[in-house]
């Protein structure tokens, strides 16, 4: 029984009644978003609860990351509305399983690992932003259907029942942690309305969650070139996308439970999520902050809860639709506008008098991309080109040369720094052709050339000095340096003047 437990990366210590009520409470929560997520993209309800259950299934059960929660999400919404409109569901069903093919293959290829390049100040940016946008969506629901802002009573009384929710949260958890607070604050608002009659919006005002288990079908399309090029680019999005919002929500549940997750195990479960998804009736989906947060904020820990929330979802769809129906959407709204104050990260506003200014400016245009362009894989390259480019130019500044003459009259030049192409124009300066002697050392002990500009820095530097008769010796070259000069001459002529085949770690007896 241990040894089944353990595949799942379950405990014998587990929590179960914590974990229990934490699926509950996210089986709630996940209910208004994956509607209105499936409205935005223009399709059924029904379709983003599809997905909901099948994606948060299998990613819970086979994920790389206990306690995440994965399913219907905005930035999928996003990605597939152009084409919902233009083509319809079927097309949208074929772009989701293309999507998880190319997840799958993303796993396998251990394409996780890239994370790791994804700066501190782009997480930074990228979850304050996506906080932003979990609040500002909250307020839709203070607008009246016409488009206008609500006054009066109805005002009040969502304003009202609102702040009573965020109250239960926030003050609970220091009475007792024995019950978990979003579900507590759920279940008083719902029977506070009920009991007292009060007249205030609920989750059926959306729309209809009554169906029945997630139809298998094969998509109605054609299965020709012309379809697969015109899915093609949607499904590498939304790939990329569910990839990118997946793998930063599981580094930031990693922080919070100081605990690993497995990014490469994360992406083939959830590339086989979408694929299954695509084949009963899903818009596809990936993992969630917001809900995510609520899971680990209600005390769970394992996979149990997911679980608990995807098969709860399906049954409330099949069989207590009436009753979640009823649920007050303040009470919901209360518990994303809680959610949204625990994913900003406060701390960052806290170090802008101590983070590099480029930092900074890297973070708050993230956050400017998610919130106004609601396309957070966007947010997240132009967040790491820009630290690329940042690093780049401060690295392109520190190449320095020593210069000296030994007792001989060569001169040595000791390079400090990496040669690459940012750096290339600073490392020429360095040099003084016409005035040095016939002999010139230049030592990488210090340096590193990187790239094709800083092979073509070489090339051009031998030749200036080549043209007045003076030579030039290489020293001190690592292994990778020698091994990418010497790949280069099929495409380059690399200018070493002693020794036209390239052998350029000169030996230390030829320069005494």
Known sequence: MNKVLALFDFSPEINYRIEILAGLTVAIALIPEAVAFAMIAGLSPLTGLYAAFVVGLITAIFGGRPGMISGATGAIAVVIVSLAVSHGPEYIFATVILAGIIQVIAGILRLGKLMRLVPHSVIFGFVNGLAIIIFMSQLNEFKLPTGEWMTGAPLYTLGGLVLLTMVIIWGMPKITKAFPPSLAAILIVFGLVAFLGID???????????????????????????????????????????????????????????????????????????ITSGFFSGMGGCAMIGQSLINVSSGSRTRIAGIVAAVTLLIFVMFGAGIVEMLPMAALVGLMIMVAIGTFEWASLRTFKRMPVSDIFVMVMVTLVTVFLHNLALAVFVGVIIAALVFAWDNAKRIRARKHIDENGAKHYEIYGPLFFGSVQVFNDKFDVLNDPDEIIINFKESRVVDMSAIEALNKMTERYHKVGKKVYLTHLSKDCRKLLKNAEEIIEVNVLEDPTYKVLVPDSKLK
């Open 200 to 274: 205030t919006r609920t989750v059926g005002d959306i729309a209809s969650i009554q169906g029945g288990f997630p139809p298998f079908h094969i998509p109605v399309v054609p299965f020709t070139m012309e379809t697969f090029m015109l899915i093609l680019p949607y499904a590498a999005i939304v790939a990329a996308v569910g990839l990118i919002e997946s793998l930063l929500t599981l580094n930031i549940i990693d922080e919070i439970t100081e605990t690993r997750g497995r990014s490469n195990k994360e992406a083939v479960a959830q590339g086989a999520a979408n």
